[in-house]
């Protein structure tokens, strides 16, 4: 079998053409992963005041809400008791803390 013109024709580990969409692909979804956790990572408020976040008032999206990608502008963002810095909003009953400037998720409570 040739190779598709402007390709190598060389096979990664997985069996796919190196430079494939599915590569670059596999490549994102790394580095998201990676970027979203370390988003979350340095985010301290301790546990009572992430307990004492309400769950009421829940809006439900339909993208997926994820470390490090930013809520859609109809959420509404409420203060963080005691961290000024945060907002938290309820979203398909799931409490997030958002950075607000960015509206980026950095930690997802529950």
């Known amino acids: 079998m ?5 390709s190598s024709g060389v096979s990664s580990r997985d069996g796919l053409e190196e430079g494939s969409d599915d590569d670059t692909q ?19 408020i301790p546990n ?3 307990g004492g976040i309400p769950r009421d008032d829940s809006v ?3 993208e997926r809400v994820v470390v490090g990608e930013p809520l859609p502008p109809t959420v509404v963002l409420r203060p963080v008791p005691n961290y000024t810095e945060y907002r938290y909003a309820v979203v398909n009953d799931r409490r997030v803390i958002v950075e607000p400037r960015t509206r980026r998720v950095v930690k997802i409570i529950d």
């Open 2 to 6: 040739a190779a598709a013109p402007g």
């Open 26 to 44: 596999e490549l994102g979804a790394m580095v998201g992963g990676t970027v979203g956790a370390a988003v979350g990572a340095g985010l301290e």
């Open 48 to 50: 009572a005041v992430l």
């Open 60 to 62: 439900v999206i339909h």
